[in-house]
């Protein structure tokens, strides 16, 4: 593939909404990399996000003008700041929609959650297209709620489209979920492992449970880490934010509240255990690595078991619920982790399952709608 690149009449302002965790950030992330590229650096990137999460760090880090708005999403509970949603969506609408005008926005591109829905009504208000990101298969109460009004629905399965009515089906491109282009850099498994300060004679097992952590998950490494001690292979364990570890772990467990290198961390691992977020299946078709998903149990739509079956019928992955990780977690590590055969044939099939362009057909369906001609592919 040759990237060429859009002749823009004018400089592009385009809002982005996207965030609460990197589930929802790195794939819009991934489009605007290649938005960048496509338009010859053309185009201004204005974020909207929430002041205490992942997008208020990595946002202003990579450079981007950076808005913060306060809006939280609908709970189960009545309670006072139930009743107060409606008047925080509005006000965090009208703070949108001077953004927009301020700023000359020509159009929004926003992922699901709740943060996507005031930037979304503030954009239909004065006819700035808009474009969504949905990264699992039954997509989330809010790509649902906006996808009347969106130019384009980029999804990342086929399955998808299934829970849209016919009439809207017109406008989901199922392009896969986009990936960051780290993802696709050949980084040597030597290099990975050193970045790390792993063992390079031993297998790795890579743990994680997404910007936050996976309380279930990091408690039963917790509870196994005699047991993780005396394996031949390492443990490169990302534990989040919200986890405090024990002061002392066995020298083959290394661990890490954040990893941003998650390009890198692939690369060093054999075996995979994480939950299993769009963005987390999308990655591990793409670096093409096999894994056990735990499914997050609280999940609204159910939609992280959907997305584990996706890789499961390919027997790319292995499967475990939560509530049975104690029992079984470590004893599918230890057995997979041993059957280099097995590993292999699970490594080939996720690969099958990747779509490595996919942020660059979205980048490109973006430009293209608004019919900015002129791309070399």
């Keep these: 593939m040759k990237y060429g690149g859009f002749d823009l009449a004018k400089k592009i302002n385009i809002m982005v909404a996207a965030g609460g965790t990197g589930g929802h950030l790195f794939p819009t992330l991934a489009v605007v990399e290649q938005l960048e590229i496509l338009s010859k650096g053309n185009i201004d990137f204005f974020f909207i996000g929430n002041p205490d999460k992942i997008e208020a760090r990595v946002v202003p880090e990579k450079g981007y003008y950076f808005f913060p708005i306060i809006i939280s999403g609908l709970t189960k509970k009545i309670s006072l700041d139930t009743l107060a949603l409606p008047f925080k969506i509005l006000k965090a609408k009208n703070i949108c929609k001077k953004i927009i005008l301020d700023n000359k926005i020509d159009l929004l591109l926003a992922a699901g959650a709740y943060l996507s829905y005031p930037p979304a009504l503030a954009a239909a208000a004065v006819n700035v297209p808009i474009f969504l990101i949905e990264s699992n298969v039954n997509p989330g109460k809010t790509i649902k709620l906006l996808s009347k009004k969106a130019k384009l629905v980029f999804t990342s399965f086929d399955e998808t489209k299934k829970y849209f009515s016919n009439k809207l089906h017109s406008k ?27 063992d390079t004679d031993k297998k790795t097992v890579l743990v994680f449970g997404g ?27 990302q534990t989040g934010k ?72 390919y027997e790319a992955a292995k499967i475990i619920d939560d509530k049975d990780i104690s029992e079984h977690l470590l004893g599918k590590i230890i057995s997979l982790i041993a059957d280099d055969v097995l590993l292999g044939k699970m490594s080939a099939a996720a690969l099958s399952t990747g779509k490595p362009n996919a942020a660059f057909n979205c980048a490109s369906d973006i430009l293209s709608t608004l019919n900015i001609n002129n791309i070399e592919v």
Excluded: C
Excluded at 172 to 190: C, E, T, Y
Excluded at 214 to 234: F, G, H, M, T, Y
Excluded at 244 to 270: C, E, G, R
């Design 242 to 313: 919200n986890y405090t570890p024990p002061s002392v772990l066995p020298s083959n467990i290394h661990i890490f509240q954040f990893i941003d290198d998650m390009a890198s961390a692939y690369a060093a691992s054999d075996l995979v255990v994480s939950r299993s977020g769009g963005t987390t299946v999308a990655e591990l078709g793409v670096v093409g690595k096999p894994s056990i998903l735990i499914p997050l149990p609280s999940a609204s739509n159910d939609e992280q078991r959907i997305n584990a079956l996706t890789l499961v019928k």
């Design 211 to 237: 910007s936050l952590g996976a309380r279930s998950i990091n408690s039963v490494i917790e509870q196994s880490l005699d047991k993780i001690a005396a394996q031949p292979w390492q443990l490169l364990w």
């Design 172 to 198: 989901l491109k199922p392009n896969g979920n986009p990936v960051r282009l780290a993802m696709s850099q050949d980084i040597k498994r030597s290099d990975a492992l050193s970045i790390f300060n792993l």
